[in-house]
Each structure stands twice: as structure tokens, then as C-alpha cells.
């Protein structure tokens, strides 16, 4: 079911990708870790689902866990960390965010941060796919649908969400 409703209040502190003037992919990883346990339970939940979506999906495309990306918003050069990539013949890509819980955060992160760097980097049409293991209806976002499937998200053009709890 696809719902559509205005786009949520951001989180204080978060900075969208606003005008990207350059972007590319860079061979980096990310630096320093959580130390809080809840941060150290939704990394063990991010990897569970990471190993699970890529034996899902890599037969589909190329499976590239945290790509890092460097862009230029016109005042500064800034770096940006999807949790994966999934690169698909047809000059497309699947982008995608892992969250233990449903939230805005998910949806500023990969609508307005990620997709925009990766698709000046890259030149592709973009998929959005959220993974959460705890969905929550009344996190209303402008447009989003519930999949059945992680590979329903290949051809859903637009914002979808996959349930994985994990088992």
C-alpha cells in the first residue's frame, strides 16, 4: 500500500546534501564506532541485516556494504556513508538504510543526504529502501509503501520498507 503525506520535521543537527556541485566515490571506510550499548545493538542488528540482504541480493547486481562518497555543497567538501549499494545492470541502483526502528531519520538520510550525492556521483536512477526490524504506521513520511519482499524494492521507483526482524 503506498501512502503519501508531508515530508517530516528533520532532526536537529542533520545537514541534507542541499545543492551538490560534485560527487564521487572514494575508497574509505568509516571511522570510530559506537561505544553506548544501544548504538552497539542497532550495529549488530545493521550487520545481521547487511549479511542477509546480500546473499538476497547479489545475484541481482554488484553488493557494496557502506560505499563512502565525497561531495561538494558549494561551501565545503563533506563526506556521506550509505549503509549499502546495490548496483544493478540496467543503470540502476538500490540504496539502501538499515534502522532497528522506523523513524524521519531514515527518510532525510536517504532521500535527502544520499540519494542526491550518489546520483551526481554516479549518474543512475535510484531505488530507496529502508530496512527496519520494528515499523511503526504512524511515522508518517511523503511517500513510502511497505514491501512484501526485499526484491520488490528493485522495481518499486519511489521511498519502500522492508520488515526484517532478524529470523
Not at 571511522?31 to 545481521?48: C, H, M, N
Not at 561538494?72 to 567538501?77: A, H, K, N, V
Not at 536512477?125 to 514491501?147: H, N, S, W
Request: charge should be positive; include cysteine.
Amino acid at each position: 500500500m503506498l501512502v503519501q503525506s508531508p515530508p517530516p520535521s528533520k532532526r536537529e543537527g542533520f545537514r541534507p546534501a542541499g545543492q551538490v556541485v560534485s560527487a564521487s566515490r572514494v575508497l574509505m571506510t568509516r571511522r570510530g564506532g559506537a561505544s553506548l550499548p544501544r548504538y552497539k545493538k542497532g550495529l549488530r542488528y545493521e550487520k545481521k541485516a547487511l549479511d542477509f540482504l546480500e546473499k538476497q541480493l547479489s545475484a541481482l547486481g554488484t553488493f557494496i556494504r557502506e560505499p563512502c562518497f565525497r561531495f561538494f555543497d558549494g561551501i565545503r567538501t563533506r563526506f556521506c556513508y550509505p549503509d549499502a549499494l546495490l548496483l544493478l545492470p540496467n543503470r540502476c541502483a538500490l540504496l539502501i538504510e538499515v534502522k532497528t526502528r522506523h523513524t524521519y531519520d531514515a527518510w532525510w538520510q536517504l532521500c535527502e543526504l544520499y540519494a542526491p550525492v550518489v546520483r551526481k556521483a554516479l549518474g543512475l536512477e535510484l531505488r530507496l529502501l529502508e530496512v527496519t526490524a520494528a515499523f511503526d504506521p504512524g511515522v508518517r513520511l511523503p511517500q513510502r509503501r511497505v514491501l512484501e519482499t526485499v526484491e520488490e524494492a528493485i522495481g518499486h521507483k519511489g521511498y519502500g520498507v522492508f520488515i526484517w526482524t532478524g529470523r
